[in-house]
């Protein structure tokens, strides 16, 4: 099992263009979360979802949207990158928010210029 | 929601019992506490969990109070490869990871 994986690893993006990222997970894992982590600081969670169709708000969704249109795959979209969202971004995935621990991919960092 | 306090660093000796604490005395009768680390720029790891029961694997230990407004993750012989950040998270609808305590293991 490949576990979580995130695309791309790197992207460097212009302010005001857009960007999809990508995770996917093998595990039939119902849950799927977004989260960013700037410099010295701990994870936020961005955006998250219950289950195939399904999206909720976390705690910092602005300038974010998500989809979640098959079970493995959870996107994160940018629509206008701004500077303020350069970060490395965190996927993850879980059986439930109380059923079991959190997989995390290996992450994206982006540079907004 | 549940919101944990633990201390932003801490050393250890190599070979020793690393002893991390974490505060989380508005927790409800539901929530679990978990534990993650994350060694350097690395996605978090799932280390533990557990709701009033003390819990052992092969990576530590958890210990949580009777009242359960606190908890200590133990990993019994620390290593050079324990360095990281370790998160202390107690899980709800919104999941809140905090600036966790960063443990530097001490040759």
């Known amino acids: 099992n490949a576990g979580v994986t995130q695309t791309p690893k790197f992207r460097v993006l212009k302010t005001g263009q857009s960007m999809t990222l990508l995770c996917a997970q093998d595990m039939n894992h119902e849950y799927m979360y977004w989260y960013r982590q700037d410099p010295g600081m701990g994870l936020r969670l961005i955006h998250y979802s219950v289950g195939e169709g399904t999206t909720a708000k976390g705690e910092v969704p602005d300038g974010y949207n998500v989809s979640r249109l098959k079970k493995q795959n959870f996107l994160l979209g940018l629509e206008s990158a701004a500077p303020s969202q350069t970060s490395v971004y965190f996927c993850?995935?879980?059986?439930?928010?109380?059923?079991?621990?959190?997989?995390f991919g290996p992450g994206t960092r982006l540079t907004v210029t | 929601d549940a919101k944990t306090t633990q201390p932003p660093s801490m050393d250890c000796a190599e070979g020793r019992a690393a002893n991390l604490p974490c505060n989380h005395s508005?927790?409800?009768?539901?929530?679990?506490v978990y534990w993650y680390r994350q060694i350097h720029s690395q996605g978090p790891q799932y280390i533990i969990h557990?709701?009033?029961n003390n819990e052992t694997n092969e990576m530590a230990s958890l210990i949580i109070t009777e009242d359960r407004k606190s908890s200590t993750l133990i990993l019994p012989h620390a290593t050079l490869r324990d360095t990281a950040v370790y998160y202390c998270i107690v899980k709800a609808n919104n999941l809140f990871f905090g600036t966790g305590t960063r443990l530097t293991v001490i040759p």
């Open positions: 993850a995935s879980s059986y439930g928010v109380e059923k079991g621990a959190q997989n």
């Open positions: 557990g709701l009033k």
């Open positions: 508005t927790i409800s009768g539901n929530e679990y």
